[in-house]
């Protein structure tokens, strides 16, 4: 059964860091692109960043660019955002995502979330 589960949320200042961290389980990590997302208050969902199965490549929102930062280890199964410059904006929660093709289709894995907040 796959689980990913975030930690590393919280509340911080403006211009503050912070770093997230994603475990997964039940699949094979290192095979697997892995993607962050987050949900503000009131608005849509946005994909925040990307990092391919190898960890080499990555992809990020314009809004995050020169900010976030996207990693993993595979040998520990964990994906890591690091997130610098933080504003108010950044307020919401994110998840860690992945998903598979089988048979059926696409078939998508989210985590339970991890609360940022970024206030003074």
């Known amino acids: 059964q796959v689980q990913l589960v975030e930690s590393g949320g919280g509340s911080v200042q403006p211009g503050g860091s912070l770093r997230l961290s994603c475990v997964g389980s039940?699949?094979?990590?290192?095979?697997?692109?892995m993607r962050w997302y987050r949900r503000a208050p009131g608005k849509g969902r946005e994909l925040v960043a990307t990092?391919?199965?190898?960890?080499?490549?990555?992809d990020y929102a314009d809004y995050v660019k020169g900010r976030f930062t996207v990693s993993r280890d595979n040998a520990k199964n964990t994906m890591y955002l690091q997130m610098n410059s933080l504003t108010p904006e950044d307020t919401a929660m994110y998840y860690c995502y992945t998903q598979e093709s089988g048979t059926y289709g696409i078939q998508s894995y989210w985590g339970q979330g991890t609360q940022v907040t970024v206030s003074s």
């Open positions: 039940g699949f094979t990590f290192s095979r697997y692109a």
């Open positions: 990092i391919l199965a190898g960890g080499t490549v990555t």
